[in-house]
Each structure stands twice: as structure tokens, then as C-alpha cells.
T-cell receptor, first 114, second 113 residues
Framework: DQQVKQNSPSLSVQEGRISILNCDYT??????FLWYKKYPAEGPTFLIS?????DKNEDGRFTVFLNKSAKHLSLHIVPSQPGDSAVYFC?????????????FGSGTQLTVLP | NAGVTQTPKFQVLKTGQSMTLQCAQD?????MYWYRQDPGMGLRLIYY???????DKGEVPNGYNVSRLNKREFSLRLESAAPSQTSVYFC????????????FGEGSWLTVV
């Protein structure tokens, strides 16, 4: 039973347009959400995060929106650039005792076309 | 900045062989992790070490053992490799086990034939 779902395996966007990547979760205990970006043959790198007490967090071209009632978050990239082409993983964090556990979605391959 | 380094990057094993994946971090982090990534699935936690001297099972620990050799190093061992363990393995670290952000190595591609 996947607790974090990214239902779109792939997304293609024209350079300069907005990319919107979506993520849904089922566990109400998740209180922190992260997006990681992964290039081929590299490890995932942290991109942006949001606490469950917020509904929006912005960092340059990247904005993450959280809708707790819908258990949905999205990553907006504006404007999209060819260098943004990568796999994007959504992750959700919950506290288990004193340890944080990260649960990852299956990833969305973003391709930004020049 | 090296960050998290893991070796080897690529390995082919025969069923039943054993091997150890090595991982080291230079960020003075207390906590370290081993994940595996399979096609169409997210990263799944195999084992983690909250601090030097401790290890705990994650979501998919069967078939693996780990050793937290010191604060810097955390190894993953496959005692008797199986084709189901063909995967990409990522080591990661975080400042402490309650940290929200973890930092990954570049991955180790393991094929078991």
C-alpha cells in the first residue's frame, strides 16, 4: 500500500512554461514534505520542503503547495529550463519515536523541451 | 565537498555470492541510511543507523546486514545475493535521526545474475 503516490510517471513541458508535478499521500501522520531531484547516474538531491503547518513555500523558481485537507502537494517550476529535466521524487516525513522516517513516491520524469 | 561517497559504483554478482557496499560521509552527520531504488518504485529504506553503535531495520531489511563502523562509515552486506536484490543502492546521511533533510550518495548499481 503506497502511502505516497506520484501518479504521473512522466511530464513534458516546453522551455519557459510552468511545470507542475503532483503528489498525493494517505498517512495523516506525515508532518513534513520534501521534493528531491535526481539526474541519471547521480543520487537524489534535496530541492525544497514544506512543513505541514504551512501551505506554500517558495525558493526562486520552485514553489511547493500543500493542501492538507486533500492530502495533496505539488511542485511548481516557473519558468522551466532544460536543466530542470530530471526525475523528481516527492517524500513525506513522519516521526517514529525519536527517528524521522521518509517515505518516497515513485518519481516523475520531467522533460523540458527547448 | 565529497559529501556521501559509496563504493563500488557498479557490481555484477552471481546468485549466492556475497559482497559489501561501503559508504562514508564527511559532514560529521550522526545518522546514516541505506536505501534501494527499483523501477517504478520510490526509494525504500533497508537499514539505518541513528548514531554510532546503533542500527535499526527499515522497510525492506531481509537479506541484508549492516555495520556502523564508526561515525563516518556505514556498510551494507549481502551475505547470499539473490536476483531480487538487483537494484540501485543509495547511502545517505543526516545530521541526526530526527532531521527532515537527508543527503544521498551517487548510488551503486548492483546486478545479481
Amino acid at each position: 500500500d503506497q502511502q505516497v503516490k506520484q501518479n504521473s510517471p512522466s511530464l513534458s513541458v516546453q522551455e519557459g512554461r510552468i511545470s507542475i508535478l503532483n503528489c498525493d499521500y494517505t498517512n495523516s501522520m506525515f508532518d513534513y514534505f520534501l521534493w528531491y531531484k535526481k539526474y541519471p547516474a547521480e543520487g537524489p538531491t534535496f530541492l525544497i520542503s514544506i512543513s505541514s503547518i504551512k501551505d506554500k513555500n517558495e525558493d526562486g523558481r520552485f514553489t511547493v503547495f500543500l493542501n492538507k485537507s486533500a492530502k495533496h502537494l505539488s511542485l511548481h517550476i516557473v519558468p522551466s529550463q532544460p536543466g530542470d529535466s530530471a526525475v523528481y521524487f516527492c517524500a513525506a516525513s513522519s516521526l517514529s519515536g525519536s527517528a524521522r522516517q521518509l517515505t518516497f513516491g515513485s518519481g516523475t520524469q520531467l522533460t523540458v523541451l527547448p | 565537498n565529497a559529501g556521501v561517497t559509496q563504493t563500488p559504483k557498479f557490481q555484477v554478482l552471481k546468485t549466492g555470492q556475497s559482497m559489501t557496499l561501503q559508504c562514508a560521509q564527511d559532514m560529521n552527520h550522526n545518522s546514516m541510511y541505506w536505501y534501494r531504488q527499483d523501477p517504478g518504485m520510490g526509494l525504500r529504506l533497508i537499514y539505518y543507523s541513528a548514531s554510532e553503535g546503533t542500527t535499526d531495520k527499515g522497510e525492506v531489511p531481509n537479506g541484508y546486514n549492516v555495520s556502523r563502523l564508526n561515525k563516518r562509515e556505514f556498510s551494507l552486506r549481502l551475505e547470499s545475493a539473490a536476483p531480487s536484490q538487483t537494484s540501485v543502492y543509495f547511502c545517505a546521511s543526516s545530521e541526526w535521526v530526527g532531521s527532515n533533510t537527508i543527503y544521498f550518495g551517487e548510488g551503486s548499481w548492483l546486478t545479481v545474475v
